[in-house]
């Protein structure tokens, strides 16, 4: 397996177009890195430009030490699985699987003993002789990776791979591929737009918006220290709330819903905003039945262990997680609060979160 350094990749597209901008990654061996962001934000490309279907306009990317910027896609030893599977209709499981090596005119024993290898890892033994038509759409997707598997590839790609499948199915896709890691001990780069996927598939996760990497890091580091609003709002479902507030001198956030005494830590975080307005943020979880802020309940959403519980703090729409079955009517007045150590701040201005390394 292998290692991967991407340098301020940049792709440019027809009319000037520029879908990635200075993008800078390290993959470490064996690593399962997820790219996640909303739709159009160059995740796609960037993979694309790693798999070499699309050229790099501008910087370098490297594998295993070796510069690939312009080897052409067969030469990288990267295999690819689509969203659409891409399987060939009239083949049957097997002939699908075995492909790549009948192309490259391997001896057929040893085609035979690697497709029955990984027939065995994806659980399709019993489905070789099968046509994809006759196949289930996870088993589709099991045999689109079984056949990157058989190739015995440096790097794995995966572009949106469980998009396709129903909610259910995509669950139990999500664990066999956490296990088909362990067992390859594989390279992977995986594109998806879901953060659910990215929390819980990867080892390193690379947030992206508008073309720029917003942040890198593991799913705990992205989702308790968000550099900035938008990992912050992209991150976790439901979103976190965010709130413009005003810092005062006498160390309270004041915003027209409530005013909220701050900690000595956080009046010391924010010494510089006072005066200021920054955006408060705190995730539905982290607030809490107890406290002094009024909130009017307007939907109680019971989802087993958790309730969702939308409403007002006067008029501010905020939506709380509490961890248990509440049975809250439309209109119920609640006191809330806010957990002390989960509270997020935000510079307005440049978006970024303010923290204790911005006051050194
Ligand atoms: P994502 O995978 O995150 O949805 P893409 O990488 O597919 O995003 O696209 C990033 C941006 O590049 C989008 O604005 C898209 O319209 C543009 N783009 C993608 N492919 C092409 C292309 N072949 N020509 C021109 N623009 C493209």
């Known amino acids: ?37 909303p739709s159009g934000c160059g995740k796609s490309t960037t ?8 050229d790099i306009t501008s910087g ?59 027939a065995e890892i994806l659980g399709l033994t019993n489905q070789l002789n099968k046509k994809p038509k006759q196949l289930s759409g996870g088993q589709r997707q099991r045999v689109a990776i079984g056949r990157a598997i058989i190739r015995n590839p440096k790097v794995f790609l995966f572009d949106e791979p469980l998009s396709n499948l129903d ?16 067992k390859l001990n594989a390279t992977i780069i995986y594109v998806t737009h879901d953060q659910t996927e990215a929390l819980t598939l990867a080892d390193k996760i690379v947030c992206m918006s508008m073309g720029y990497v917003q942040q890198v ?15 912050a709002g992209f991150i976790g479902l439901p979103s976190m709330n965010f709130i413009d507030v005003q810092i005062t001198e006498d160390g309270k956030m004041v915003c027209p819903s409530f005013e909220y005494q701050l900690s000595a830590d956080h009046q ?26 009024d909130f009017k309940v307007k939907i109680n959403e019971n989802l087993g262990q958790s309730t969702l519980v939308h409403g007002l703090a006067k008029e501010k729409k905020l939506v709380c ?23 997020h701040f935000f510079d307005k201005e440049t978006t970024n979160a303010i923290t204790e390394a911005h006051n050194e």
């Open 60 to 118: 370098q990317l490297i594998i295993d030490g070796k510069d690939v910027t312009k080897m052409p896609p067969k030469d990288r030893d990267i295999a690819m699985v689509f969203q659409n599977y891409a399987l060939y209709a009239h083949m049957t499981v097997y002939e699908n699987m075995a492909f790549s090596l009948t192309l490259r005119k391997e001896n057929s024993d040893l085609i035979h003993t690697k497709v029955m290898a990984a």
């Open 268 to 293: 010391r975080l924010l010494k510089d905003y006072v005066g200021k307005t920054v955006v408060f943020g705190i995730r539905p979880e982290d607030i809490v039945e107890d406290g002094d802020i």
């Open 47 to 54: 993979l694309r430009m790693i798999a070499g279907l699309e």
């Open 1 to 37: 397996m292998s290692s991967l350094n991407l340098i301020n990749l940049n792709k440019i597209y027809d009319h000037n177009v520029q879908a990635v901008y200075d993008f800078n990654l390290d993959v470490n061996d064996g690593e399962f890195v997820v790219l996640v962001g």
């Open 217 to 231: 890091g593991t799913p705990l580091e992205l989702y308790e220290h968000p550099k900035n609003l938008f990992v």
């Open 321 to 343: 997680k509490f961890k248990r079955w509440c049975a809250y009517k439309q209109n119920d007045m609640i006191k809330i609060g806010f957990v002390e150590e989960k509270m």
């Open 167 to 182: 909610a259910k199915l995509r669950n139990s896709m999500r664990r066999e591929l956490l296990l088909l890691h362990k």
